[in-house]
């Protein structure tokens, strides 16, 4: 069983940053890809970014490409997501997922994805 647990999350300004970090446990973690959602209220799950179990491989939606950077750190068994240049469309509640098995390579869908952490909110104010 994998456990997700999102942090990081706040109240930023238009044009800043934040970094969530999504860190998990259970056992073989390490092996896992892992990846980054939002949901916004009256909106679906959208895909953000996912990276590999080695963090050689990454992916990103269009929507956030080049401003949004995702990484991990197997030593910690924690993901991350780098956010600059942040605009009022990313105010959301943003969830690190896991696939149903060690090893799959990452997907773009949610149906994809078996654990989900608990979310955390961003806001960006203008």
């Known amino acids: 069983q994998v456990q997700l647990a999102e942090s990081g999350g706040g109240l930023v300004q238009t044009g800043g940053s934040l970094k969530l970090s999504c860190t998990a446990s259970g056992p073989g973690v390490r092996d896992y890809a892992l990846a980054w959602f939002r949901q916004s209220p009256g909106k679906e799950r959208e895909f953000l970014a996912s990276?590999?179990?080695?963090?050689?491989?990454?992916y990103y939606s269009d929507s956030i490409k080049g401003r949004f950077s995702i990484s991990r750190d197997n030593a910690k068994n924690t993901a991350y997501l780098q956010m600059d240049g942040l605009k009022s469309e990313d105010t959301a509640v943003y969830y690190c997922?896991?696939?149903?098995?060690?090893?799959?390579?990452?997907?773009?869908?949610?149906?994809?994805?078996?654990?989900w952490g608990q979310g955390t909110q961003v806001t960006v104010s203008s």
């Open positions: 997922a896991a696939p149903p098995a060690r090893g799959l390579v990452p997907a773009n869908f949610v149906k994809e994805y078996h654990y």
């Open positions: 990276i590999n179990w080695t963090g050689r491989n990454s």
